[in-house]
């Protein structure tokens, strides 16, 4: 238990007793000699007197006969009013003092003080924070003062206070936490550059500190494209990419991830746009980039986002023209190459045809009723009148696929064996996804030493591949994402009888 009696500092000042109205011409005049202190007015109340103010002296002031003040400012106040010196007590407590004070003096010499952690926003009837620690096992026995700093320090702002336990085991990639102040409640909201996202912070997993990454990877994607988000989670690329007139398929092993995605897709007024799956990812890109062989081959399960069938939208050529900016600035990363590599990869192969880019069918998200779109600004018009324009064929994704998202780190690497002999050459139309894997290097390991791994997943040699550095996770461990077109060697050959037909379920 805190003792907050023994952060209690008391300190000794001199004070001046003047009438209340000559407090402003005495503070112009006693300037550089008054208390100066964070947080702490050196114009104070005259406990004898409603109509006198004590005007708290600095510590370099210790004579009770002023002499410390020069004398030309004492004559000047002299003729304003009568001077009176006081002895006057201060004590700066618990509440006075930093978190970073206190767990100073509170910790062991020489362990890590928490400085910074994560705040997850709670959009109730006012916005509250969960404040989210990693608390090193050096600093386990003292986890319950240091959330109770946190919290009382941070109140009313942080409602809760969490610490991760362990490592991430399970299969769905979700930390563990545990309560240690505040409310229990975790579901939460969290709004990223005009998009929204409901979680529980509990149940889902949610890194703020990637909203960046989010942002960066999202415009590369042109309007009107098709998007595969093999490990999608609430959607923090999907719901993004479909407010950028995306058409989405996006899939988790996790069902409470899949749950929040479809909340927040019409949260977000994109549920036309966003597709969403609940199996594992190699089953998912299996069913959903393979040759059907019946019809209805992949459906997503029964509450999954559905299109609107019938709306009538935008020319492929009128979506991609359109601007639509992210409202960030492109983090530079080996010479500024990274989104220019990139582009010229998807522009290198990108052939102009209506038919090449695979969309579903025709999705809400194409029309003026979608008012926002990723930087959060609203369209301008009358947003009820739907635009008038040609409707794009329908998806076939085992023809075309314009981007796929594989945002899982700690084994994204080993999901590429997923993209062996699984296109057909015959009915694939356009170039070859582009593949955005991310992956975690540690110092002791190199680019080529992940694109050996990535090439070994796929059975193929991979050219020009792109590195991007996301962020450091640990001292000598970064998170980077690997771009690279899916090589040719991934095709399957026609297989005598094989088909591509529509099916229902696409």
């Known amino acids: 238990m805190l003792d907050e009696s023994k952060f209690d500092v008391n300190l000794k000042f001199l004070a001046l007793r003047i009438p209340q109205e000559l407090c402003k011409t005495a503070t112009c005049l006693l300037n550089g000699y008054l208390l100066d202190k964070p947080r702490v007015k050196p ?82 009837t006012h916005p509250r924070h969960v404040a989210h620690l990693n608390i090193h096992d050096e600093l386990l026995p003292f986890k319950d003062m240091i959330a109770k700093v946190i919290y009382d320090k941070n109140y009313p702002r942080i409602k809760t206070v969490v610490n991760k336990v362990g490592t991430i085991t399970n299969e769905f990639r979700v930390p563990k936490f545990e309560i240690l102040a505040g409310e229990s409640d975790m579901v939460t909201e969290v709004k990223q550059y005009g998009a929204t996202f409901k979680l529980d912070y509990s149940l889902v997993y949610w890194n703020s500190r990637l909203e960046h990454e989010h942002v960066r990877l999202v415009s590369l994607f042109q309007p ?41 897709a019409k949260i977000n007024k994109v549920d036309g746009c966003v597709f969403a799956y ?78 090449v880019v695979a969309i579903k069918r025709t999705p809400d998200c194409f029309t003026e009723e979608n008012e926002n779109d990723y930087s959060g600004h609203k369209k301008k018009g009358n947003t009820q009148n739907r635009i008038k324009g040609s409707v794009l064929p329908e998806a076939k994704a085992w023809e075309h696929v314009d981007h796929v998202i594989m945002n899982l780190p700690a084994s994204a690497l080993q999901f590429l064996d997923a993209f062996r002999g699984i296109i057909s050459r015959k009915c694939w139309k356009g170039p070859l996804p582009l593949i955005h894997c991310y992956c975690f290097m540690r110092a002791n390991e190199t680019k080529e030493f992940i694109i050996l791994e990535a090439e070994s997943a796929l059975s193929a040699k991979i050219k020009d591949p792109v590195f991007h550095r996301v962020r450091d996770v640990a001292p000598n461990k970064a998170m980077f994402c690997l771009s690279f077109r899916l090589p040719e060697a991934c095709f399957i050959e026609d297989i005598t009888g094989s088909t591509c037909h529509s099916t229902g379920g696409l």
């Open 278 to 355: 609940n199996m594992d990812a190699r089953k998912f890109v299996s069913q959903l980039m393979a040759i059907p062989a019946c019809e209805n081959n992949l459906e997503s399960d029964d509450s999954m986002v559905k299109a609107c069938d019938t709306c009538s939208m935008k020319t492929i050529n009128d979506a991609k023209a359109e601007d639509i900016q992210l409202g960030v600035e492109e983090k530079e990363v080996a010479g500024n190459d990274v989104k220019n590599d990139l582009e010229g990869m998807q522009n290198s192969s990108r052939i102009v045809d209506g038919s």
């Open 224 to 264: 009107g494209e098709t998007i595969c988000d093999m490990f999608a989670g609430i959607g923090p690329f999907a719901i993004p990419a479909a407010q950028k007139r995306c058409l989405v398929y996006a899939n988790d092993l996790n069902p409470d991830s899949v749950h929040f995605l479809k909340i927040n």
């Open 43 to 124: 114009i104070t109340e005259d406990p004898t007197s409603v109509k006198n103010r004590y005007m708290i002296l600095s510590e370099k002031v210790q004579n009770p006969d002023l002499s410390d003040i020069p004398s030309q400012k004492l004559d000047e106040l002299k003729k304003l009013c009568e001077i009176e010196v006081v002895p006057y007590s201060l004590t700066l407590g618990y509440s006075y003092w930093t978190a970073d004070h206190i767990l100073k003096q509170i910790l062991p010499p020489g362990v890590e003080v928490p400085s910074s952690f994560e705040t997850i926003v709670k959009y109730l």
